[in-house]
């Protein structure tokens, strides 16, 4: 069970994606997603030229250490480079140990905590008119939980929103397009989005809503009490987190719960949050949090502390980060929700699984390993775009969070 090749492929079937595919003396490969969105080709580097001869030879069996040796072994740790490069090496390993005893990874996990995995839809629009409609739709589709963003009056360009008819994707091809901020105009119309759409579509709907790092803590916390009487799921990433402690404030002036952590990528980005009881969802992710064992780590520190998993699942991953997220979602005990986007056709064609979506709920299927495979030719006739994502200035040309 030794590897005996490391593959870093880099395609755009609609975005960019970067897969690593780990080879054994068997014959059995195993696929990870190594994509972090605006920066692709710094993970790919540093699986090409620092990780692969490292992996060469070792046996494709021992993946906690393997993960140690790749965190601890570097010495510089952590950052989103590094995690999310040993993230792909970890799944790909798990990918490989399902294969070989011919079971789906969530079995190796401890086998199914649940039927299937509650997942929710994103619905936007430019107006609020549209914003409505667009959750209506999604609650049509079967989702029992939607994430609403609407366009603020006054801003031409406001978080969340598609462009052109077309799902949602923040990337865009060339440099960085710059947006205009208002916090003011922001905390001024929020409330009155999801006043409609409770008064509309009632309370049996699962409501979310990402203020995308965008607030001060008290101004989270204002916001977060303005949204109570609409009783949301979740408000996400209300300020950067990056000081840990500033969440005290917002739970000092709201009972709105809170998720954070999609681009966490470390269970010490966390471990405050969590142990104080300073959020209600962690939403880090399979592919940027080192992987599906470090994944568990956080997962299982978050339980003793009634905190519930939220992982992100845009498609700024890749349908192989989807399938580690519903094995590790279905296994979990502490699971809360996943986020569903789905991908491309030219994605899904690239990447043919075994996971599926019905009636709000996903499944990982029961393929050996995590159900994904690459269609390398395919994959070939998408070559790689350099895209950004976006960032925002307020109105007197100070840079802000995006």
Known sequence: MRIVDAQVIVCSPGRNFVTLKLVTEDGVHGLGDATLNGRELAVASYLRDHVAPLLIGRDARRIEDTWQYLYKGAYWRRGP???TAIGAVDTALWDILGKVANLPVYQLLGGASREAVTVYAHANGRTLDDTVAAVGRQAEAGYTAVRAQC???GLE???GIATNDAPYEPAEKGLPPETVWSTERYLDFVPSVFDRLRRELGFDLLLLHDVHHRLTPIEAGRLGRALEPHALFWMEDPVPAEHQEAYRIIRQHTTTPIAAGEVFNSIFDCQLLIQEGLIDYIRATVAHAGGISHLRRIAGLAELHH????AHGATDLSPIAMAAALHFDLSVHNFGIQEHMPH???TDR???HAYRFERGFMHPGEAPGLGVEI????????????????VAR???GTLHSW
């Open 81 to 83: 480079v590094t995690m």
């Open 151 to 153: 366009g603020v009056p």
């Open 157 to 159: 360009h406001a978080y």
């Open 307 to 310: 905190v519930r998993t939220g």
């Open 344 to 346: 491309t056709a030219d």
């Open 350 to 352: 690239v990447f043919p």
């Open 375 to 390: 269609d390398q030719g395919l994959a070939a006739t998408f070559p790689y775009d350099r895209a950004y994502l976006p």
């Open 394 to 396: 307020r109105g007197d």
